[in-house]
């Protein structure tokens, strides 16, 4: 028996950022963009989301800078010329068809193999020069790495405004660099960077405290957060939810405005002993609006993130029973949204027999 999904095309707004329902597409890197600068065919792929009514597009991860912040192939950036234009191009496509975007600002750190980019003698970025923890590859970054790296973020932010974006998003989960000063297992320095919670959050929380200052209290920040890592899914970086207040306060000090909070299936609960999913906790535990995302629509039981295997549709009654409790404000859809553009629109319509099976060949194929 389907529930009524209205809650999920309900309005929602929140400063600058209003939207006109509560559809999220997740930021899914996608690689189809030779040269780093994306062509009229990515133009398209977000123009069919916005005009198929997603509330708010999510980017794929985009780079900083184009030296340490990818290592995947054909994956944009906000850097050089030709991709803040092509980004302008998308900007423009999204906003004439009634939609709302953000760019997810991505630097892989130390998932990026220096031996498969462009730059083999650069070594990656990451708090400790880990990517497994206690198996150093790099040397910690320095002061001026640190420096520089939070100055390249500041700087992908303020071109994200000035390509006519409505939000940016700082990707802090999933292992990468911002992550890799969250959690302890990748973060043993000792100097102002590392040791306990302030220590751990100084990093993004001077990325997030610049931009703010830089682009002005309007512009609205979003900062991805995940308590499980890609060396291990079980991972907590927050055991508690006292922990996880040391890990959220002192970003909601830094400006803050939305948390993403990715969880590989948005029914489970984060913490023993109630029933809130990881954005319910940081909804509760900062006030602020939350973003929750995770197997929305799938049917299959995922044991990789992203291995797409074959799922029929499933029942959206868990997640719009959790939405009308008001557990977290909006909910992003990665793989549905994916397989099918249309996806969101054909919700809205209750036309749920027309929802396509997830087939692998979505993962590359920008329909
Ligand atoms: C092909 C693919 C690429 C992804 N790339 C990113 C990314 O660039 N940034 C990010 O934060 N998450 C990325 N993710 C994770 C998604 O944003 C999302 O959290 C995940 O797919 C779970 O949502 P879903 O079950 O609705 O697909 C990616 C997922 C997929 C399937």
Same mark, same amino acid.
Request: charged fraction near 25%; glycine fraction near 8%.
């Given at each position: 028996?389907?529930?009524?999904?209205?809650?999920?095309?309900?309005?929602?707004?929140?400063?600058?950022?209003?939207?006109?329902?509560?559809?999220?597409?997740?930021?899914?890197?996608?690689?189809?963009?030779?040269?780093?600068?994306?062509?009229?065919? %990515?133009? /398209?792929?977000?123009?069919?989301?916005?005009?198929?009514?997603?509330?708010? *597009?999510?980017? &794929? !991860?985009?780079?900083? $800078?184009?030296?340490?912040?990818?290592?995947?192939?054909?994956?944009?950036?906000?850097?050089?010329?030709?991709?803040?234009?092509?980004?302008?191009? %998308?900007? /423009?496509?999204?906003?004439?068809?009634?939609?709302?975007?953000?760019?997810? *600002?991505?630097? &892989? !750190?130390?998932?990026? $193999?220096?031996?498969?980019?462009?730059?083999?003698?650069?070594?990656?970025?990451?708090?400790?020069?880990?990517?497994?923890?206690?198996?150093?590859?790099?040397?910690?970054?320095?002061?001026?790495?640190?420096?520089?790296?939070?100055?390249?973020?500041?700087?992908?932010?303020?071109?994200?405004?000035?390509?006519?974006?409505?939000?940016?998003?700082?990707?802090?989960?999933?292992?990468?660099?911002?992550?890799?000063?969250?959690?302890?297992?990748?973060?043993?320095?000792?100097?102002?960077?590392?040791?306990?919670?302030?220590?751990?959050?100084?990093?993004?929380?001077?990325?997030?405290?610049?931009?703010?200052?830089?682009?002005?209290?309007?512009?609205?920040?979003?900062?991805?957060?995940?308590?499980?890592?890609?060396?291990?899914?079980?991972?907590?970086?927050?055991?508690?939810?006292?922990?996880?207040?040391?890990?959220?306060?002192?970003?909601?000090?830094?400006?803050?405005?939305?948390?993403?909070?990715?969880?590989?299936?948005?029914?489970?609960?984060?913490?023993?002993?109630?029933?809130?999913?990881?954005?319910?906790?940081?909804?509760?535990?900062?006030?602020?609006?939350?973003?929750?995302?995770?197997?929305?629509?799938?049917?299959?039981?995922?044991?990789?993130?992203?291995?797409?295997?074959?799922?029929?549709?499933?029942?959206?009654?868990?997640?719009?029973?959790?939405?009308?409790?008001?557990?977290?404000?909006?909910?992003?859809?990665?793989?549905?949204?994916?397989?099918?553009?249309?996806?969101?629109?054909?919700?809205?319509?209750?036309?749920?027999?027309?929802?396509?099976?997830?087939?692998?060949?979505?993962?590359?194929?920008?329909?």
């Amino acid at each position: 028996m389907s529930r009524p999904a209205d809650i999920l095309f309900k309005p929602f707004s929140h400063g600058a950022l209003k939207l006109k329902n509560r559809i999220v597409m997740a930021p899914m890197t996608r690689s189809f963009s030779p040269g780093h600068a994306p062509g009229e065919n %990515v133009v /398209a792929y977000y123009r069919r989301r916005a005009e198929n009514d997603v509330g708010l *597009i999510l980017s &794929e !991860g985009v780079s900083p $800078n184009t030296t340490t912040a990818t290592g995947t192939p054909d994956v944009p950036n906000i850097v050089t010329p030709e991709a803040k234009a092509g980004w302008k191009r %998308v900007a /423009a496509a999204v906003k004439a068809a009634g939609g709302r975007m953000g760019l997810q *600002i991505w630097h &892989e !750190g130390p998932y990026r $193999n220096p031996q498969k980019t462009e730059h083999p003698d650069i070594p990656s970025w990451s708090a400790s020069g880990v990517k497994v923890p206690g198996k150093p590859l790099w040397q910690p970054m320095s002061e001026a790495e640190i420096e520089t790296a939070i100055s390249e973020f500041v700087a992908a932010a303020a071109a994200t405004r000035d390509a006519g974006f409505d939000c940016v998003e700082f990707h802090g989960a999933h292992s990468y660099i911002i992550d890799s000063f969250f959690w302890d297992q990748t973060n043993t320095r000792s100097d102002t960077w590392g040791g306990d919670w302030t220590g751990r959050t100084r990093f993004a929380c001077e990325i997030v405290r610049r931009t703010r200052k830089l682009l002005g209290p309007d512009f609205p920040i979003l900062i991805r957060l995940s308590q499980w890592k890609q060396q291990d899914f079980a991972a907590k970086a927050a055991a508690t939810p006292q922990e996880l207040e040391k890990w959220l306060t002192p970003l909601v000090e830094a400006g803050v405005d939305i948390f993403h909070l990715s969880q590989r299936r948005f029914w489970e609960p984060e913490f023993p002993g109630s029933d809130l999913n990881f954005a319910g906790w940081a909804r509760k535990i900062t006030g602020k609006p939350a973003i929750s995302v995770g197997s929305v629509g799938l049917s299959g039981e995922f044991t990789k993130l992203y291995s797409g295997e074959v799922s029929k549709p499933a029942s959206l009654d868990a997640l719009i029973e959790r939405m009308e409790r008001g557990e977290f404000d909006l909910i992003a859809v990665g793989r549905e949204l994916l397989n099918d553009p249309e996806w969101a629109l054909k919700v809205k319509e209750g036309r749920m027999s027309d929802l396509k099976d997830f087939s692998k060949e979505a993962l590359t194929t920008l329909y």
